[in-house]
């Protein structure tokens, strides 16, 4: 049997208390989503391989829904930002919602028959993700990116479309802020 439980989120450090798990990605793991994954190497050379993100959730065996923080670190690679992979829901048929904490970025999203939008990530804004959207989320700040997502428990990760196709849109920086330009790779 489940039973209710308050869970204290702090959104500037994203810790999720209690949680059920947690997992961590490192940079070199999102090397091939970048334009230029050669860039990624500098980086890594140069910085060592990072924490680019780190998710930590509250997902209570049995439950239909679950919740948790994910903890994007700031940096570049090249004309890029820090990003998530990228991912539709396995189950199809599941959305998602994401309310940013703290920090700045952006949600990149796009639809599968090709409509592109993009969510501002402010702290206070929280973005509707609905089904059949492939959604990523960029740093393009320079403080932590905190925000707090919310799903059906087994709305799951197909992430194989977003790693192969690539995302529609990119987030770059042009002139000093992030600018969304058409991801010149991406594989129609
Ligand atoms: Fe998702």
Redesign the pocket.
Known sequence: MLFPEGVTIDGLTGAVTPATGRYVKKLSALRDLYERPEQVDAYIAAHGDVDAYDVIEYRPDGSDICFGTTIMYPGRIGREYFLTRG?F?AKTDRG?IYYTQSGEGVLLLHSRSGETRSVAMTPGVCAF?PPEWA?RSVNTGPEKLVFV?M?GID?G?DYGEVATRGMRDLVVEQDGRPAIVANPKYRV
Do not use: D
């Open positions: 991912h829901h998602e993700i959604h997502w799903c709305a990760h």
